[in-house]
């Protein structure tokens, strides 16, 4: 027995070495070491999950030209608790907040300015909450957009209700580009079966220019558990949906000169086992979010993503690390859209990801150790959210 365990030590010690080397490995992977995991047949790219295998953390910073952090002012009017529904321009920053059921606008340092609509039964009120926004700074106006919507509630700056634009019919959940300039809206849906189109241009009178047939796309029976996810991250008006029953799907691009739907990304599943996901397209990348069937979108543990390289059709699973902070993991919760990354944490959350950070501070430099050391110092619990913007990179 005692031969037997000398054997067996250095072997495991062995072994140990090389699990330690194999994840020092990963960690420093890009993706220009990873496989080809995709194919591209003229617009379509299809990636393949029978290719993916590594994992490895990728820095968030590879993905943005600039980022800052935003601490939301501490006011009790400027709370805003669970928040979706971002819009990001040059000064401002607009978020629908959860308690209360508000939009609240702030300036890009975070100082509260006012709240625009809220949760009710009037002309310029809406029913349930808001799915999507924007904010147009050049004519000094606000868009918002709720659940189930029959218009798009429009505002100046100062709150003020200004002439809204009707919907041709009701929409459940959407997502819209206004062009202020040929007075046209495009509008995107999450379609159910009484939902005609799933995209389509109208005047804001309310009348259909062009639009999609929703046959191919409707939910059926209606479930709000879906989404209609529309990123506008590249120029390109990209359209996919997130169903809750795992579906073969794809992330399309709408041409709107020749009204065409055309599909631009897809994945081929690993012996056909479909796993629920959503799609996201960057300028460079296609993201995949496979979302665990026993969780919920916005529940711990994480979901694996999947990057793809537009050029190089090379990627891997990835660990997003807020490098900028230390490698942290970040919220659960984080979106590009409109060529911005949005992340918001809770005061906690941040604060307890900081001190894991600076509890290993052989893995930081002196400037990084002290950043995140006056950054923890100075977050309370009680504190508002806090935001990381960043500018997507553009080629």
Request: aromatic share 12%; with cysteine; proline share 6%.
């Amino acid at each position: 027995m005692r031969k037997l365990a000398i054997c067996f030590y250095p072997a495991l010690c062995l072994f140990l070495l090389f699990s330690c080397s194999e994840e020092k490995k990963k960690s420093r992977l890009t993706l220009d070491d990873c496989p080809i995991i995709a194919t591209q047949t003229d617009d379509l790219t299809t990636l393949d999950l029978s290719l993916v295998r590594d994992t490895f953390d990728f820095p968030l910073s590879a993905l943005l030209s600039g980022y800052e952090l935003i601490r939301l002012e501490n006011s009790e009017e400027a709370l805003v608790g669970a928040t979706t529904a971002y819009a990001i321009s040059e000064n401002y920053i607009g978020i629908r907040s959860s308690s209360p059921s508000d939009y609240k606008l702030f300036n890009r340092k975070g100082e509260y300015i006012r709240s625009i609509s809220s949760v009710g039964q009037g002309p310029d009120e809406y029913l349930i909450g808001i799915y999507d926004s924007y904010i147009d700074e050049k004519n000094n106006k606000v868009y918002l957009l709720s659940f189930g919507a029959t218009k798009l509630l429009v505002f100046d700056l100062e709150g003020n209700p200004l002439k809204h634009i009707r919907l041709p019919f009701r929409v459940p959940k959407g997502r819209f580009m206004v062009d202020e300039e040929k007075q046209e809206l495009l509008m995107t849906a999450l379609p159910f079966p009484d939902t005609p189109l799933a995209v389509w241009i109208q005047d804001f009178q309310g009348n259909i220019i062009r639009g999609i047939d929703s046959k191919p796309f409707i939910i059926n029976p209606p479930d709000y558990s879906n989404e209609v996810n529309v990123a506008f991250n590249t120029g390109e008006i990209d359209y996919t949906l997130f169903y809750w029953v795992p579906t073969q799907d794809s992330l399309y691009h709408y041409n709107k000169q020749d009204n065409r739907l055309f599909p631009a990304f897809t994945a081929k599943w690993a012996n056909d086992e479909i796993i629920r996901h959503g799609y996201t397209e960057l300028p460079n990348h296609y993201i995949t979010l496979l979302v665990r069937q026993s969780a919920t979108i916005s529940s711990t543990p994480r979901h694996p993503r999947i990057i793809v390289d537009k050029n190089t059709l090379r990627g891997c699973y990835i660990n997003l690390k807020y490098n900028m902070l230390g490698n942290i993991d970040g919220p659960t919760w984080c979106d590009f859209t409109r060529g911005y990354f949005i992340a918001s944490f809770y005061p906690y959350e941040l604060k307890e990801q900081l001190g894991n950070a600076l509890s290993r501070p052989e893995r930081l430099t002196p400037e990084m150790k002290d950043k995140l050391q006056k950054l923890n110092k100075s977050i309370t619990e009680d504190d508002n959210n806090i935001l990381l913007i960043g500018k997507l990179k553009n080629g």
